[in-house]
């Protein structure tokens, strides 16, 4: 059973940093299959804000690019999103994904909709 485990989430105040990581068990992330990171606030529908490809390419939302980092660990089976720059509007829950495809989805509002499985998810909060 593939499962998904978020850490790093917490508190900041704005400009701060953080490190989210996303463990993997029951699959190995090197297997190709595009990943990624969501957020999701209260109201609203989850959000991609960056994949990545089994090449190590990767891609980000206009909010999130030239401040946030997706990269990841294919000997830790381990998923990671350098937050840096922190603003209050990056306030959510972060959630990481295995999508269906090796092709990463292009940024849209049907991008949750390609995705295999979910993790719990982690909150960040950015204070101003």
């Known amino acids: 059973q593939v499962q998904l485990v978020e850490s790093g989430g917490g508190s900041v105040q704005a400009g701060g940093s953080l490190r989210l990581s996303c463990a993997a068990s029951?699959?190995?992330?090197?297997?190709?299959?595009?990943l990624g990171w969501f957020q999701q606030v209260p109201g609203k529908e989850r959000e991609g804000v960056a994949t990545?490809?089994?090449?190590?390419?990767?891609s980000y939302a206009d909010s999130v690019k030239g401040r946030f980092t997706i990269s990841k660990d294919n000997a830790k089976d381990t998923l990671y999103l350098q937050m840096n720059s922190l603003k209050p509007e990056d306030t959510a829950l972060y959630y990481c994904?295995?999508?269906?495809?090796?092709?990463?989805?292009?940024?849209?509002?049907?991008?949750?909709?390609?995705?295999?499985?979910w993790g719990q998810g982690t909150q960040v909060t950015v204070s101003s």
């Open positions: 990545i490809d089994s090449s190590g390419s990767a």
């Open positions: 994904a295995i999508y269906f495809g090796r092709r990463c989805p292009a940024f849209a509002a049907t991008m949750r909709l390609q995705v295999f499985t």
């Open positions: 029951g699959y190995t992330i090197s297997n190709g299959y595009c």
